[in-house]
């Protein structure tokens, strides 16, 4: 046999693309028709009435995820984007406040703060668990800063005890980007239930999905009767409901989820421990074959956490191996094993941020705080992670059993076995 790695010319270890994730299956078809037989698809009323809350499928979606992750409201949504803006909207956040938000994470999470007229600041993240730490959402704190938006990305959970300690003593609201992490734990805590708002997203993408939804929990009833306003045109209702609390914003949008979404979603989130177990299962595995790899650590998890695994974070250190990431990657590409160098580039040099051009063209929001920057090198950390370190890889799903995991484990020996003839590649 040919040990040569194929971006030299050998065999590659798979020919074939991996399995696909697959979670749906006959019990999200049988709930599906169930609710097509009973032809209504969606039984919300942006009026003031018992419906205003959405029909059977969806309470009752609410109520199984209240119980599952032990909070005390749910409020669907159909998406987690819109479950984001809808939770900033909800924190009273308003023009000109500033919202510190990790640059490594979907664009939503920083998207939020803007909607509301807020700027996003950006705080550098761990460099094990890629998530904001408390010293950092610290070092950009300010007299502006209004809410924080936590992300438990890749499927770890961020460390909330010193940051809800941090945004108890700045009065800030903090919200947990949960979209990658749900069925994570922090100290026996579900992920998604560790700030004053947790938001999970259920799009095809993520680890159970119902196409796409989302749902934003908390344990306050002022905050969770808030984000049902910002659901469903909160302002034609306020009044016949007999609100007493806040009006700050409470122009309502419609962010309501139908019944269909909502009847799979509950067959998902009863396959969810599984499913993650699985993912749990597949990257100890992993982490026992790519152990003692030349430039290679692989993934933490904190103490007293377990890790949802969205996907499988590596770090890569050419320093180490002479070998550009780039030409290691293409090496393991070459050898059919799926992996990205980097996740999305920091949010920060996205346009947006650069031009600082959202609404209009006079700079609104930016112009009500000139002072935040977006400058390359803002946040070195994320950027050396990004640019240098982070090898990311889709390849931990429970659609794979060891047979594949052995494929990925095996190029990564062939490629460690040839560094040597990879150095004089050019990246
Ligand atoms: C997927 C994702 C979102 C957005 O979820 P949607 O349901 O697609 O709107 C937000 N934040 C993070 C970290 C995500 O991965």
Known sequence: MNDLPALLGGTPVRSTPFPVYRTIGAEEKQAVMEVL?????????????????????????????????????????????SGLYAAVGAAGVGPGDEVIVSPYTMSASAAAALVYGAVPVFADIDPETYCLTAETIR?????????????????????????????????LTVIEDCAQAPGALYHGKAAGT??????????????????????????????????????????????????QGELTNLVGFNYRMTEIEAAIAREQLKKLPQLVARRQENAAYL????????????????????HGWYVYPLKYSAAVTGVARATYLAALRAEGVEIAAGYVEP??????????????????????????????????????????????????HADLGQAELDQVIAAFHKIDR??????SVAA
């Open 347 to 396: 949010l920060y040099l996205q346009p947006l941020y650069q031009q600082k051009i959202a609404y209009g063209n006079e700079h609104f929001p930016f112009s009500l705080r000139p002072e935040v920057s977006y400058a390359r090198g803002l946040c070195p950390v994320t950027e050396r992670m990004h640019f240098d370190e982070l090898l990311y890889s889709p390849l931990i």
């Open 139 to 171: 070092a950009k704190l300010s007299a502006r800063t209004k809410a924080v938006i936590v992300v438990d990305i890749f499927g770890h959970p961020a460390d909330f005890a010193p940051i809800m300690e941090l945004a108890h003593e700045h009065g």
């Open 194 to 243: 560790l700030a004053h708002m947790g938001v999970y997203s259920l799009n095809y993408h993520k680890t159970i999905h119902c196409g796409e939804g989302g749902l934003v929990v908390t344990d306050d009833p002022a905050l969770a009767k808030r984000l049902q306003l910002i659901r469903n045109h909160g302002e034609a209702v306020v009044k016949n409901m007999g609100y």
């Open 37 to 81: 037989d009973s032809g209504v698809l969606s039984q919300f009323l942006g009026a003031w009435s018992p419906d205003f809350f959405g029909g059977p499928r969806v309470r009752e979606l609410e109520a199984d995820w209240c119980q599952h992750f032990s909070v005390a409201h749910a409020v669907s949504v159909n998406s987690a984007t």
């Open 287 to 306: 982490n026992r074959g790519l152990q003692g790899l030349r430039g290679l650590s692989l993934p933490q998890v904190a103490p007293g956490c377990t």
């Open 418 to 423: 040839h560094l040597d003839a990879l150095r």
